[in-house]
């Protein structure tokens, strides 16, 4: 497969993930403490990653920890505290389309401070895909009024992005000197033993236990798929693409989430839906569009 449609193949199924987890993350927090659910999320994420690691035998690299230390603290730690919180007090439907527009454009920022390059393709992209994305935002609004409980949960879910935007610009300087598995297999730790203490200020995990099945399947496919797989699968893209670019993933999520809304919900979109997500999707491709030119080849085994 031609590495033009390959890169963004695998930033489709990223987001695909990321799309699932904010409606099986709305469910858990439904029935469960969010802080509780972000910790046991991350500590079977942290005991799988460590399990393939260790049967693949992973080099975990050279050179300082600091980037993945403080990847685990911003991207899994600070990240998920915020948007779960958030889920709690608004619906999933501002998370999934509000946190998906401000991230590439802090991670645009951000990357520019470590040496990445905004070329006007990129910017362009950026653009329309921020275009698109506030269509699909604009759609959504009924005109009801806003709760000052819904409003905290939307600022808590843009202090999520911007945590995840740090998240991946560490991560383009950790790829330097390690690969994608070694970085999520040492940083998802990190995240589970901050996130664990934070869970004793809401049931104490006494609860746990008598989580429903759906509780636990729901947290499973948060730890497995929305963790394990497609954090190990956005490296792999920022590794080929850079930060800024790998940061378009995420407008591939309001689109996925309407589809699935409209798959499980029974939704009906509005047409200015329909076209905010044509055009969030001609933004990616935009962006997207020279890395077959620009790109220097990466040794197999290397990712």
């Known amino acids: 497969m031609p590495r033009s449609l390959l890169t963004p193949l695998v930033a489709f199924c990223v987001a695909l993930a990321w799309s699932g987890s904010w409606i099986t993350g709305k469910l858990a927090v439904a029935s469960a403490p969010p802080l509780e659910i972000s910790a046991v999320r991350f500590i079977i994420a942290a005991v799988v990653l460590a399990a393939i690691a260790i049967s693949t035998r992973t080099d975990f690299g050279r050179g300082s920890l600091w980037p993945v230390m403080l990847a685990g603290v911003f991207g899994y730690f600070a990240y998920n505290a915020f948007v779960f919180v958030g889920l709690t007090m608004a619906p999933a439907s ?38 698109g994305a506030a269509l699909v935002i604009l759609s959504g609004q009924t005109g009801d009024e806003v709760s ?41 730790p990190i995240g589970a033993a901050l996130l664990l203490p934070l869970g004793f200020f809401e049931k ?100």
């Open 204 to 303: 104490g995990y006494a609860d746990v236990a008598g989580w429903t099945t759906g509780v636990w399947l729901n947290v499973l496919y948060l730890a497995l798929a929305g963790s394990v797989a497609s954090f190990i699968l956005f490296y792999w893209v920022v590794r080929r693409v850079g930060a800024g670019v790998a940061a378009m993933t995420s407008y591939f999520v309001p689109v996925l989430t309407l589809a699935m809304a409209i798959l499980f919900l029974g939704d009906r979109p509005q047409l200015l839906q329909l076209v905010g997500g044509v055009v969030i999707l001609a933004g990616v491709r935009l962006a997207t569009l020279r890395l077959a030119r620009d790109a220097q080849p990466i040794p197999e085994g290397s990712a």
């Open 94 to 131: 501002d998370g999934a389309l509000i946190v998906p527009t401000i991230i590439p454009v802090l991670t645009a920022v951000a990357a520019s401070f470590v040496g990445e390059r905004l070329t006007a393709t990129k910017l362009v992209g950026f653009a329309l895909a921020s275009i």
């Open 148 to 188: 000052s409980r819904r409003l905290v949960g939307d600022v808590l879910m843009l202090l999520g992005a911007t945590c995840w935007a740090v998240y991946t610009v560490l991560g383009t300087i950790a790829l330097r000197t390690r690969s994608p598995l070694a970085i999520v297999t040492i940083a998802a």
